[in-house]
């Protein structure tokens, strides 16, 4: 597709629900990002695929949570056993190489109730 | 590691006011600079970049300046819109090994009429 593309966009989730997020990312974009954005907070990054590896994965908060990516497309996070503080909007964002910066999707909605 | 520190919102300005929002950096060698702006309901844009010191970015009536000396990209625009309204956040992007991106807090930016 022409963007970042993510779904669910928004989902509610009871507490100790498992979770799963979709991000198609832009074709011929290597890299992929995970970030978190709780409410009237800042961007907290989760982790960073190029290609199917992961590289850095040192902003995943707990073992709860989890990503894959399979090739150069689409990843998927997923947070289990939720907790109300798992509640944010989660946001993907691809780049190819260079500085040419991030194209963010318009992110998942989460709320655990 | 990397930072970028961002001055402390909410910033409220009058319609066809001048903005400055400062944005400072910490990091090894020579980063990528950018800014990305937020708009309500609405995913993350690249808004401007500089790859190289003394480089200019600009878009949509805003700019920022790669200051290497004060190790700074502020952000500004001489006339202010009600639909600049949006929070904005200023990155970095460190040279060599993986691209790791590194934001800072964003800052609101509400213009009245």
């Known amino acids: 597709g022409a963007g970042v593309s993510q779904s669910p966009s928004n989902k509610v989730t009871e507490k100790g629900k498992d979770v799963e997020l979709r991000c198609d990312p832009i074709s011929g974009h290597t890299a992929l990002y995970w970030y978190r954005q709780r409410l009237g907070q800042g961007l907290e990054f989760l982790i960073y695929f190029q290609g199917n590896s992961a590289p850095d994965k040192s902003g995943l908060p707990s073992d709860r949570f989890s990503a894959e990516r399979t090739g150069e497309s689409v990843s998927t996070l997923t947070i289990q056993r939720t907790q109300q503080e798992d509640s944010a909007v989660y946001l993907c964002?691809?780049?190819?190489?260079?500085?040419?910066?991030?194209?963010f999707g318009e992110g998942s909605r989460l709320t655990v109730l | 590691g990397d930072s970028v520190t961002q001055m402390e919102g909410p910033v409220t300005l009058s319609e066809e006011a001048f903005l400055t929002i400062n944005c400072t950096y910490t990091?090894?060698?020579?980063?990528?600079l950018f800014w990305y702006v937020q708009y309500p309901g609405e995913g993350l844009q690249l808004l401007l970049k500089a790859t190289k010191a003394d480089d200019k970015g600009s878009n949509k009536g805003f700019e920022a300046t790669y200051r290497k000396e004060t190790t700074s990209f502020h952000l500004e625009k001489g006339s202010v819109q009600v639909s600049d309204s949006a929070v904005y956040f200023c990155a970095l992007t460190s040279p060599g090994g993986y691209q790791k991106v590194t934001f800072g807090i964003g800052t609101k930016l509400q213009v009245i009429p």
């Open positions: 964002a691809s780049s190819s190489t260079g500085t040419g910066g991030l194209f």
């Open positions: 990091a090894t060698g020579y980063p990528s």
